[in-house]
Each structure stands twice: as C-alpha cells, then as structure tokens.
Nanobody
Framework: QVQLVESGGGLVQPGGSLTLSCAASGLTLDYDAIGWFRQAPGKEREGVSCISRRDGTTYGGDAAEGRFILSRDNAKNTVYLQMNSLKPEDTAVYYC????????????WGQGTQVTVSS
C-alpha cells in the first residue's frame, strides 16, 4: 500500500526558509514521480515541483518561481522541498503525491502539511 507522509510545515516570517519532507513507503518502480502541490484557501490546487525518483530530473511549476529546490534521498525514500524567500502568498496546505510520471493525471496523495508565511 502506497503511503506518503509530509512533515516540516509551520509558521515562518516573510523572507524566511522552510524545508518540507515527504516520506514514501510501499512504492513500486511504477511510481517514478514525486510531486509537491499546494492549495491556498479559496484557490485551486496548483503544482509546485516534481522529481523523477529514477534519475532525479526536476520539473518546476509556476508556483516555484525559482525559489524552491526539490531533492531526493532514495535510500530514505524521502523527497525534500526547500522553500526560500517565502512570501505571504506562499501560505497554503502543501501536499506531496506520487504517480507514474510528472505529467500524469492520476496521483496518490499524502495528507498535507500547513505552511503559513506571516509576520
């Protein structure tokens, strides 16, 4: 059974940094992509970034704006999202998810972690 557990969310001041973790278990080789998405109150969920477990290629969504760095540790089955220069508009619930590839339509989701950027 595929399971994803996010951690690392919290309250951070504007301009600060935060690193989210996504620990995966039960993944088969078919699940090559680990992606991060976010959903702010009253807004649709949007893609942040995605990484290939096989070769580490990353794909940044519009939300990343070059401020977010995605990395993986295959030995720990964990993907990290380092978020820098955070803005209040980055406030959202952040979800990690897995799929066969980063352009897939069907994803398996984690429970999400809240990130709040506020002074």
């Amino acid at each position: 059974q595929v399971q994803l557990v996010e951690s690392g969310g919290g309250l951070v001041q504007p301009g600060g940094s935060l690193t989210l973790s996504c620990a995966a278990s039960g993944l088969t080789l078919d699940y090559d992509a680990i992606g991060w998405f976010r959903q702010a109150p009253g807004k649709e969920r949007e893609g942040v970034s995605c990484i290939s477990r096989r070769d580490g290629t990353t794909y940044g969504g519009d939300a990343a704006e070059g401020r977010f760095i995605l990395s993986r540790d295959n030995a720990k089955n964990t993907v990290y999202l380092q978020m820098n220069s955070l803005k209040p508009e980055d406030t959202a619930v952040y979800y990690c998810a897995t799929a066969t590839h980063c352009s897939a339509y069907t994803w398996v989701w984690g429970q999400g972690t809240q990130v709040t950027v506020s002074s």
